[in-house]
């Protein structure tokens, strides 16, 4: 085994080292389709083995967008790469100076954010969050599921920055970007801090996870609920477990998420349902169904998100596409590019998150009527903000002695 270094291209696209798969995807809709665009990914390289990827989503490990060079691993004759260990999980700690991001961002409901974990072991294929660890000198692909960042400090961040003279309390998202609850959570117990600390100062919190592992805070959760401090949304992609086990391979089976939906919503906390994304010709005719079981199980609220592909995720879901589902690649990229303008993305405002076109108004009609028809979003809880507790400096202790 061998390892090539090579002086990237300046456009972000080169950089990352993704280029067959744009060739792939010419491939698939000329001649000799599934069956040559595959032939091509194979002989490229770019591709992991199997036995190395076993139980993760991507199947490619690019350099990071912003690197001066990119590596390509090839076999030098020796036949060495079959003795290149599998991608473990690697944690790493992490120590931001500010645990609270905020964004100005009009078309999400939140001005602020914490994310606990930085990459995401669940691997979901689609994660418009794997970009980001470009920005740690890692890959999108593979790295993000497998060389993960922990922030131990998260808690005691919190806890100066809610104390800031001027501070004024708005919901906090957790899980928009990486998943609090991921399997890392069960050692390093985060997430727990943190709620620890947000239920002290009594300040609201909404939380998004694919995970059942959310259930083990129903005590803190459900106290915070009875305040009108918590909500949370658990995310069901789709009720099929082979796809689910494969487009998002560690994270909770779909007849878990729903069980925990119940369990969360009988001990008196407000559960919203998740339908995202919504994968054009994949899983969108899954809408209703899914719907209709998180109304069953006590879910309150629902939203959809169509299929993102910024940057680097976009070579990573074609490859899985190929890979898993080659008769549908054709029809489901045509139908992701009838949403986008044409393009795999489009990241402006007010379209990034429900797409545009027909197919995309069809998507939005259904979910509305079926939303309805269940009861859901009748009516939107919003969480309260009045009750939040700043701490106490030192010299106003002083001052009641």
Known sequence: ?????????????QRANVEPVADADIAAFGPGRMERANAMMEQSGIRVGADRRRGRAAGINPTGRFEAITRHVFDDGWDSLEELPPFATEVQVEKPRNIITRNASPDISFDRSINPYRGCEHGCVYCFARPTHSFMGLSPGLDFESKLFAKPDAAKLLEKELGREGYEPRTIAIGTNTDPYQPIEKTWRIMREILEVLEAHDHPVGIVTKSAL?????????????????????????MDRRLARSMEPRAATPTRRLEAMRALAEAGIPVSVMTAPIIPGLNDHEIERILDSAAHVGAREAGYVILRLPLEVSPIFKDWLLRNHPDRYRHVMSLVRSMRDGKDYDSEFGKRMKGSGPYAWQIGRRFEITAKRLGLNRDRQKLRTDLFKGTEKKNEQLMLL
Not at 1 to 13: E, F, G, L, V
């Open 214 to 238: 959310v259930t083990r805070d129903t005590d803190i959760l459900s106290r915070m609920a009875a305040k009108g401090l918590a909500k949370v949304a658990l995310s069901v992609t789709t």
């Open 1 to 13: 085994m061998s390892i090539a270094i090579r002086q990237t291209d300046p456009t972000p696209w």
